[in-house]
């Protein structure tokens, strides 16, 4: 008689993924209820308990911390850094569904479908931040890109927003394609989808040159997720074509699980011909997201070039050392994520109804019409450029740095002029908030309780990295001094 040996997940694992658990139950809960709720109390009901699932997802994330190690046959790791990736992704999420109150209800969109999504697409993305094995990487990664490529359309009625949305899911797929045959390659070159054994494997034998297409084929499909450059070309056209708010958890969300997921591969894999891959991707990405933003008009596209080049500086640190690439690489994510957010979430407000309000113009005089909307995006600018005492040049330093101690003086050049040349098209906007006289035909509602609430937040982020940057610079430290153990 033939037995087989069944292998039971511990009580440890399902603790290992808890947050996942939690944003899987409270999206399932959001699907279940949106149709039995009246047009009345739908909105708000549903927006309070998709923002009450991501505060619970982030207690577990403080419950997850407390049982670090491997779960489900060690294709999950939970350690320090996967914890702060964790953090980030559900922080944002909570902002975000913050910035979606006021907007679900301008627009007229039906909410249960939109909450949904976001809590199912932060579920792909923590996985990713925990994932060490492969397949199981592209699968989260799946899960992410499936609910944002639904996401970027939700404007159902407006042509751009399908164009967005479809001109997404294509070029995703085809980013998806690559990434999965990579992951192929990188078997056939390893005979391991495991990222610790294919890094036992890569440092220990000759590389083969098998092992150099899986890992660029790999590169290719996370490189359009982060929008660096030559993999950039959908992001003007999606993120002026979807939901201001999506945009803003599309532009920080999916890109901090996607770095994760890069910090992996390329440092505990021992990515082979990292640092000449990363050199080229960082220049490109920079200097081609800065040229292109000097051009518009459009307040989401200028944002949108502004990503490309931001995810150019944050690839600097790649190019560094361990040691100090990789603390200065999540800062970045951490403070890219705070100022971005909340950027668009002014966005979001000011834009009115059908989104009429996106371009540089109709910001003219905000500075007196709205003081302290028009000081709070002048702040989110000003740290996007990295400006003393903001999380953006906190982060800029430290990245630059990491980068001067392994000798890449020439990466480190190129992004210190595109830094300057950044600084243009981000104080141009502050000049036509501050110096250009009002528009009386574009408006400015009252700020809402949910914006309210976003702005205070990612404000007092990007202050707090920008002022006090010391524990978050630790505590990233501690997870890289856990990966050489």
């Avoid at 890109?255 to 011909?273: C, D, M, Q, S």
Wanted: charged share 10%; no cysteine; hydrophobic share 55%.
């Amino acid at each position: 008689m033939n037995t087989s040996l069944v292998i039971v997940p511990q009580a440890a694992d399902y603790i290992r993924v808890l947050p996942e658990i939690v944003l899987s139950l409270f999206g399932m809960a959001i699907m279940l209820l949106d149709p039995l709720l009246n047009e009345r109390r739908r909105q708000s009901t549903l927006s309070t308990i998709a923002l009450l699932g991501s505060l619970a997802a982030l207690a577990a994330t403080w419950v997850q911390a407390q049982s670090p190690g491997f779960a489900f046959w060690n294709m999950i790791q939970v350690d320090a850094f996967s914890i702060f990736f964790h953090f980030v992704i559900v922080a944002v999420t909570a902002v975000v569904i913050l910035t979606s109150q006021e907007y679900m209800e301008v627009e007229q969109i039906r909410a249960g479908e939109y909450y949904g999504l976001i809590l199912f697409g932060a579920v792909g993305m923590s996985l990713m931040s925990s994932a060490v094995e492969l397949v199981l990487i592209f699968i989260a990664l799946e899960i992410s890109s499936i609910a944002t490529y639904v996401l970027a359309g939700f404007r159902r009625n407006t042509a751009i927003s399908s164009e967005a949305s479809l001109k997404y899911f294509l070029l995703g797929s085809f980013a998806t394609a690559f990434f999965l045959y990579g992951v192929a390659l990188m078997f056939g070159a390893t005979g391991s989808t495991s990222i610790q054994v294919i890094g036992r494997v890569l440092s220990s034998f000759e590389v083969p040159a098998l092992a150099y297409a899986g890992m660029a084929l790999m590169f290719v499909g996370l490189g359009f997720k982060v929008a660096a450059a030559p993999f950039h070309i959908w992001t003007p056209d999606v993120y002026e074509g979807a939901p201001a708010p999506v945009v803003g958890y599309m532009s920080t969300a999916p890109k901090a699980a996607a770095f994760a997921v890069l910090l992996r591969l390329l440092f505990e894999a021992h990515a082979p011909g990292r640092i000449g891959l990363i050199w080229v991707v960082a220049a490109l990405s920079m200097t081609l997201g800065n040229l292109g933003a000097l051009v518009q008009d459009n307040v989401k596209r200028l944002l949108a070039y502004s990503s490309i080049a931001h995810a150019g500086y944050l690839l600097i640190a790649f190019a560094a050392v361990p040691d100090s690439g990789i603390p200065a690489a999540m800062f970045y994510t951490a403070s890219y994520a705070a100022m971005n957010v909340g950027a668009f979430a002014v966005v979001s407000h000011f834009a009115s109804v059908g989104e009429r309000y996106v371009k540089l113009d109709d910001y003219s005089g905000l500075g007196s019409r709205s003081p302290a909307l028009a000081a709070i995006l002048t702040i989110f600018l000003l740290s996007l450029i990295g400006i003393p005492i903001t999380g953006g040049f906190i982060a800029k330093f430290y990245v630059f740095s990491a980068a001067l101690q392994s000798n890449m003086v020439g990466l480190v050049i190129l992004g210190v002029l595109n830094s300057a040349v950044a600084s243009y098209y981000y104080l141009r906007l502050i000049v036509v908030m501050y110096m250009r006289e009002p528009r009386s035909e574009v408006p400015v509602a009252s700020v809402s309780a949910g914006i309210g609430a976003a702005l205070a937040v990612s404000l007092a982020v990007t202050i707090y990295l920008g002022v006090l940057p010391g524990r978050v610079l630790d505590y990233a430290g501690r997870a890289v001094a856990e990966w050489s153990r």
